[in-house]
């Protein structure tokens, strides 16, 4: 299952950085966005990273979430590997279990809470 969120005004590049930090903390769920999405699709660029520093590191993924400690097994299994496509959003959260009710009203609550300082205003469509 996907929970696909659509932002709606600025400051857009801080909400998808404030929806990152919220997917740190959460292991059940993996992330696509269009920041990781384009980095991903950089040609030329080794290790789909920025600054020479790639996803496929534990520091380069620190770095990019800008944390200073994360376990390495979520460092594999925070960014998105299946494929799917953002489409028309700017980003989703991919369930790595289905969810139940509780699980789906928690991530609305901490997105509510990493978006309300930005004043970004955002749907989510959970498929």
């Given at each position: ?53 790639g ?35 700017d980003?989703?959260?991919e ?8 699980q789906v ?14 004043g970004?205003k955002?749907?989510l469509?959970t498929?």
């Amino acid at each position: 299952m996907i929970s696909y969120v659509k932002l709606y005004g600025p400051p857009l590049m801080k909400a998808l950085r404030a929806l990152e930090k919220v997917a740190v903390d959460m292991p059940e769920v993996c992330i696509m966005d269009t920041n990781i999405q384009a980095a991903l699709h950089m040609p030329g660029v080794p290790s789909y990273g920025m600054g020479g520093l790639g996803f496929d590191s534990t520091h380069g993924v620190m770095e990019f979430f800008g944390v200073e400690d994360m376990p390495e097994e979520r460092c594999d299994t925070i960014i998105s590997k299946s494929g799917h496509k953002l489409g028309e959003y700017d980003f989703f959260f991919e369930w790595f279990i289905d969810p139940s009710m509780d699980q789906v009203e928690d991530l609305i609550g901490r997105i509510d809470e990493a978006l309300m300082p930005l004043g970004v205003k955002y749907t989510l469509t959970t498929k």
